[in-house]
């Protein structure tokens, strides 16, 4: 597959281009992509620009309508969709493919979004005038998206950016630029020229230019923290809006009295669907001594179970890394869990064999963590899970709470009071009894405290304050 840019309705070709290889398996090229200019960039605002007015005019109700039709278009072709992603960026299938369901729903989401009510009627102080708000869009919007969720994060903020009246640009990562071109080829056809526009590239060069251009109206970011503090200096300098998805710690807390089977299942499933690149992973599992022993062989028995393997296979539970790079800091930052103190229990070694031609980091768990080593305190975006003993329910929130983030945490518990202190006192913008600190849903608010968002929510009905300006009417009838 060789990916272009779509600009002004055009696909359109760059000077240079750059092979995406499979993780799984460094020598096999899957496309290639173009590597975007400024001037690439400054052409698909300017078509953005151009169409927006039209755009706005046509009304929520025929906008929300063409994002149903392209519902339909994608959901015709998940599978087609989950093995691109699989191959290109590492997902098991099974979720990918789960993940290509996720972005039909979503635009199905806010394609009804389309037909829903917007503002209030105010009283006005004369008894005739007709006060009321209404929504209206930022104009331009640019979009940048990390690769970990290849085709929900452009879509969740791509729809609502529509139906709400604004035009697109969006950059997805370098890593997972395939299969956004390939979504946006589905459905590209039914949108205006201009409306939604794609430009392929590095954050550094394509990113940049985005960021920086004048007809920018609004940001919308997904990635990690140091890009995101970057965007937010850049977009206030300007007066530009923005909004910032970013890291996570994110803590289960196991009580003496959780459910262990549903406790380790969640506990696994959050730690280790994709391979921990997940910013709602978990990544430290604060314990309590009454049951440690227990859950700790449970999770580890269950963990040594999980196959480990090709993507792009329907068995497989857990695929590489997506690059050299993460794989290169997911094996430090478990070196230095060693070093810190923490024992590990199981994996923590490369994987040999045939695994050793892709990025693939064995599934660890480390016992014994202090609450402040680095394992205990940094992302890391890999499928390592760091065990925190601890003797009181207060202490276990205290701990979660002891971290830069704020993204989820879970707590495991048939206790009520213990529910409820965790939902009370954890400092997260998801805060989860019972369910894994992954799996949120798309008609709900998302978003974190902290160091993990810029306190702006996505998702569902909350969208509709970061892609809309609040406009304040009164009407004097004579
Ligand atoms: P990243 O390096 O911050 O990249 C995110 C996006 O920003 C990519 O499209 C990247 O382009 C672009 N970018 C990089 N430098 C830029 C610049 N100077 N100007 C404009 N754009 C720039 O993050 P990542 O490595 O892709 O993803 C991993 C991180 O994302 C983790 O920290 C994870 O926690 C976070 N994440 C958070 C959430 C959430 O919802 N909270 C969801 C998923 C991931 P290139 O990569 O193409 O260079
Ligand atoms: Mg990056």
Redesign the pocket.
Known sequence: MDARNLIGGEWTETTNRTAVQNPAEWNHVVGTIPLSEAQDVDRALRAAQSARRAWKALGAVARGNILSQAANLLEAHLDELGLLAAQEMGKPIGEARGEAARAVAILRYYGGEGLRSVGEVIPATNPSTLQYTTREPLGVVGI??????PLA?PMWKTAPALVYGNTVVL?????ASLTAYRMWELIASLFPAGVVNLVL????VA??A??QHPLIQGVS????????Q??AETAVSRGVKYQL????KNPVIVADDADLDLAVELTVSGAMRSAGQ???ATSRVIVMEGIRHEFTDRLVNRIQALQQGDPSQPETYLGPLVSQAQYDKVMSLIDRGRTEGGRVLTGGTPVGGPLARGYFVPPTVFDGVAAGATIAQE?I?GPVVALIPVKTVDEAIEVANDVRYG?SASVFTRNLKTAMACVEGIEAGLVRVNEETAGVELQAP?G?LKA??SHSREQGRAAIEFYTHTKTVAIRPS
């Open positions: 940048i998206t990390p690769w970990n969720f994060i950059k997805p990562a370098e890593l590239g590095l954050g550094s990113g940049e985005l960021i970011f997904t990635g990690s923290t140091g890009v995101g970057h965007i998805e970013m890291g996570g997940k910013c709602t992302e975006f993204l998302f974190g993990s968002s």
